[in-house]
C-alpha cells in the first residue's frame, strides 16, 4: 500500500518560514514522482511543487516560485518543503502526494498516496 504521511504544519507571521516533511515507504519513495498540493478554505485544490523519482528536476506552481524548495533525502525517504517569504495567501492544508506521474496534478483523477494533510497558516 502506498503511504505518505506528513509532518512541519503551524502557526507563522508573513515573512516567516515554515518546513514540511513527507515520509514515505522506502518503494514509494523510490519509485514515485513526490509533491505537495494545497487547499484554502473555499477554494479547489491546487499542485504547488513536484520532484521527479530521481530528484533531477523540480516543478513549481506560478505562485510559489522563488519562495518554495522541493527537496528529496534519500536516506530518510522523505520529501522536504521549505516555505519562505510567506504570505497570508499561502495559509492552507498542506497535502503530500505520490505518483508515477510526474509532475503531480489534480487533472490527473486518482493518485497513488495522498497524504492527512498538515495546517498551514500565515497571519499578517
Known amino acids: 500500500q502506498v503511504q505518505v504521511v506528513e509532518s512541519g504544519g503551524g502557526s507563522v507571521q508573513a515573512g516567516g518560514s515554515l518546513r514540511l516533511s513527507c515520509a514515505a515507504s522506502?518503494?514509494?519513495?523510490?519509485?514515485?514522482?513526490m509533491g505537495w498540493f494545497r487547499q484554502a478554505p473555499g477554494k479547489e485544490r491546487e499542485g504547488v511543487a513536484s520532484?521527479?523519482?530521481?530528484?533531477?528536476?523540480?516543478y513549481y506552481a506560478d505562485s510559489v516560485k522563488g519562495r518554495f524548495t522541493i527537496s528529496r533525502d534519500n536516506a530518510k525517504n522523505t520529501v522536504y518543503l521549505q516555505m519562505n517569504s510567506l504570505k497570508p495567501g499561502d495559509t492552507a492544508m498542506y497535502y503530500c502526494?505520490?505518483?508515477?506521474?510526474?509532475?503531480?496534478?489534480?487533472?490527473?483523477?486518482?493518485?497513488?498516496?495522498w497524504g492527512q494533510g498538515t495546517l498551514v497558516t500565515v497571519s499578517s
Open positions: 502526494a505520490a505518483d508515477r506521474r510526474c509532475p503531480l496534478r489534480i487533472g490527473y483523477g486518482p493518485l497513488a498516496a
Open positions: 520532484i521527479y523519482a530521481g530528484g533531477g528536476s523540480t
Open positions: 522506502r518503494y514509494t519513495y523510490s519509485s514515485n514522482c
